[in-house]
């Protein structure tokens, strides 16, 4: 039987565990805010040792939220154990979050067969802060590896 658009490659709690044993991510504090099929908000809360002069939550914040609610994303679809990879990431800045928690939500767009298109938005209550377009490459298993099922 074909998986149905509910069916879930992985858990909350497992996406939980990804983010509390990825060194980059415990970082930033990040939050599981809800997540779907192909898709993943994260909640980034304010931290003063992440922004920039003037209050302004640096850049590299809402990017790395971006990728990483993508690479969660990722996961809902090919389970937390499937390798992949940021090969190209866009970033357009369009407002500022000043000393202010940021929601970031990702979306995949198509799941090729070696490729992964998405986007995501990192946003405050009052403003879209960045839009992002990102493309992912599943890496080959290590030979003599058991391939992960597909969804």
Request: net charge neutral; charged share 20%.
């Amino acid at each position: 039987m074909p998986p149905t658009p509910y069916d879930l490659a992985v858990s909350r709690d497992e996406l939980l565990q990804v983010l509390s044993e990825s060194p980059f991510a415990r970082i930033y504090s990040f939050e599981l805010h809800s997540f779907e099929r192909g898709e993943c908000v994260l909640r980034v809360p304010f931290q003063e040792g992440l922004e920039r002069p003037g209050g302004i939550v640096a850049g590299s914040v809402l990017m790395t939220a971006s990728d990483v609610a993508m690479w969660l994303a990722i996961m809902t679809l090919l389970g937390k154990d499937a390798m992949t990879v940021t090969t190209e990431f866009k970033t357009t800045f369009l407002n500022s979050a000043k000393r202010e928690d940021v929601t970031c939500a990702a979306k995949i767009l198509k799941l090729g067969k070696s490729l992964i298109y998405g986007v995501a938005e990192c946003s405050t209550p009052a403003a879209l802060v960045s839009h992002h377009t990102m493309t992912y490459i599943r890496l080959s298993p290590p030979r003599g590896a058991i391939p992960a099922l597909r969804a």
